[in-house]
């Protein structure tokens, strides 16, 4: 017998839970992760910000991100401002990074057509809620990218139980046979709802999912801001030197509900996610920039009230906006309204009359 092929998964840490920088990549720049630690602790407090406007009824819902700052701000970090993301619903940090403002943020997930048109990264796509749909569009804009010989990278970010969906694989497939300027970034989680991450693949790793694409699969933790920088990074450098694309699968852990719907203490246990504490991205991060004199306790200290005036400032701006009109329901749909939402329109306009008038 000869083996006819044999693959293996790269997994990458440089800075563990302590704190503690083992073997740093090559050319790390530690004042480049001073911004990180920045955006990672706005984000943290965003998403305590927003969860609080949901329990007292001012947001519709919320999915929170508290423990994937690293991921998120990470992976977004290592992008330049003409590749586009293409997010679901959990990368705020990478949002807030992109130049996606907290009231936009607020917006969209009160419901309102106005947060999914932002102002900065005006060609980041929208958030996907229908799970790895976006994925087929990542190709898609990579292949544009590829057809106009542009040298920008299509980041598409799913979970751990957006994998098992069709159209994570198809896009895998046709990225690999196309060689297309696309990075797939797995933030597994470690849960889908309430299904975990063990019952969601027979896999070892979500990373080797890249295989059977022909491509690379390479795992990190997903908690370690320098290790999500390197290797998001290298695969967005890979795939815009024409090397083609890459999944990266980055080990986090929601720290949790899935969002303000949901009670994630009827799926798991407090032991489990008390452990996941001791492994979460912000305090390893601020440990290491504090021993090599880039942070002190001035500077927390200063972060943590600049980060609550301008919250305080976003909210307040948010809860004066007014709302769109009914109209706001059908208007975005279509380049061209078809007749029956033509005549649901028309309703929607009448009763918006009434109801001022
Ligand atoms: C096509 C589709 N099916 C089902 C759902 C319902 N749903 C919302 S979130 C979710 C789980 C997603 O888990 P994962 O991909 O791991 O992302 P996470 O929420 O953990 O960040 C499901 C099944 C959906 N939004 N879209
Ligand atoms: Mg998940």
Redesign the pocket.
Known sequence: MKTAAQFSVPYFQFLDARGELAEPPPGLALNALIPVYRTMAFTRAFDARAVALQRTGQLRTF?SSLGEEAATVGLASVMRAEDVLLP???ETGAFLWRGVTPVEIFLYWAGDERGSCVAGPREDFPIS?????HCGHATGVAAAFQHRKQARVAVCV??????S?GDFYEAVNLAGIWRLPVVFVV???G???S?P?AR?TACATFAQKAIAGGIPGVQADGNDAVAVRHVVGQAIERARSGDGPTVVELLSY?LTD?TTADDARRYRSAEEVSAAWAEEPLVRLRKLLAREGLWAKADEEALIADNQARLEAAVAEYLATPPQPLTSIVDYLYAELPAELVAQRAELAAREGGHHG
Request: no cysteine.
């Open positions: 999915p679901t619903y959990r809620v229908p799970i790895a749909s799913v979970g751990d139980g957006a994998t969906k933030i597994n989680n849960w889908a709802i299904v991450a969601q929601r899935h």
